[in-house]
């Protein structure tokens, strides 16, 4: 049986969903909060360490397991780090990628409807 997944990726969390015909698995992955005080830089102000959004996407690349087919969406630009991020460091894992959507904010369950539309999933096929 074909794996299929859906990731929905912003700069602040991913949602991982293992996409089944009748049903999926969720799971949320939260970018890491330090707690040692960096002095803004930059015009942006922010604070984030370099290698945080490394640490992101390996935990996000961790969690995807043994997929065969991967959606990636997101609302803005996390969704192009996490695949130069899987070119730079699982060229195996961006092999499986099947498209690049841009979504806003959707719920669990919808993310889920939008895969299974997307990978045409219908129960008993696939």
Known sequence: MTVHAIVWID???????HVRPDAFDADKI??????????????????????DAKRFFHEVTGSLG??????????????????????AHDAAL?????????????TDAQLAAYARGYFDLDAGRD
């Open 11 to 17: 700069h602040r969390s991913a949602h991982v969903l």
């Open 30 to 51: 939260i970018t890491p909060q330090h707690v040692h005080h960096r002095h803004p830089k930059g015009p942006s102000g922010a604070k984030e360490h370099p290698d």
């Open 66 to 87: 043994d997929v065969d087919r991967l959606l990636v969406v997101g609302p803005s630009t996390a969704k192009l780090g996490f695949i130069r991020y899987l070119h």
């Open 94 to 106: 961006e092999a499986k990628v099947v498209g690049i959507e841009t979504v806003d904010h959707p």
